[in-house]
């Protein structure tokens, strides 16, 4: 782990999952210090208020390890992330990786915001094959049919979600 370094992860999180939750621990060995950055991404047209995807991430957050969770904070942005990285110090944006389906949109991201700041580098850790399947779309698709999310996300997410359908 580099000490020195802060990292930011940036997400809509609608809502966190496991899979999300799995590359916070693994960014955080990586990183001295990382900044869950929770777009506003009003264009998704998101299930959860801005405020509830914070709310759900801090709680999150505050469930790992209290050595870990010391080092991450999680702070909602709504302008470019080179400049949300920049104005935090950050030198690292960290991404994760499922499968083939990210590559092309996450390798136009890490270009585009390479173009715009180039002395903020883009990260990739690889989803790991436990969570490689799970997405936010999907958690969201089950739970609108009345599946179980439990699989996929915590119990404080799962209760939300049952809460909003
Ligand atoms: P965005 O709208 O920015 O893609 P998401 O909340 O969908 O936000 O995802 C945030 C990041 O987490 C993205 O880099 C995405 O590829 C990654 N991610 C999402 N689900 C998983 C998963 N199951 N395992 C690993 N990485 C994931």
């Known amino acids: 782990m580099s000490d020195t370094l802060t990292g930011v992860y940036p997400g809509t999180f609608d809502p966190v999952t ?10 955080a060995t990586v990183v001295g210090r990382l900044i869950v950055g929770v777009a506003s991404n009003a264009g998704k047209d998101p299930l959860f208020s801005l405020e509830q995807r914070v709310a759900l991430m801090e709680g999150e957050v505050s469930a790992l390890p209290k050595d870990q969770a010391a080092r991450i904070s999680v702070q ?12 935090h110090d950050a030198s690292v944006i960290i991404r994760g990786l499922r499968a083939v389906s990210d590559f092309e949109y996450e390798f136009q991201m890490a270009a585009m915001n390479s173009r715009l700041n ?23 698709e089950i739970g609108r049919l009345g599946g179980d ?17």
Request: net charge negative; charged share 20%; no cysteine.
């Open 118 to 140: 180039g002395s903020v580098e883009t990260v990739f850790l690889m989803a790991s094959d436990k969570y490689q399947f799970i997405s936010s779309r999907f958690v969201k």
């Open 76 to 87: 909602s942005f709504d302008h470019l992330l080179v400049d949300f990285a920049v104005a």
């Open 149 to 165: 999310v439990g699989h996929f996300v915590s119990d404080a997410v799962k209760q939300k979600l049952e809460q909003s359908f």
């Open 18 to 27: 496991n899979g999300h939750m799995d590359i916070v621990a693994r960014a």
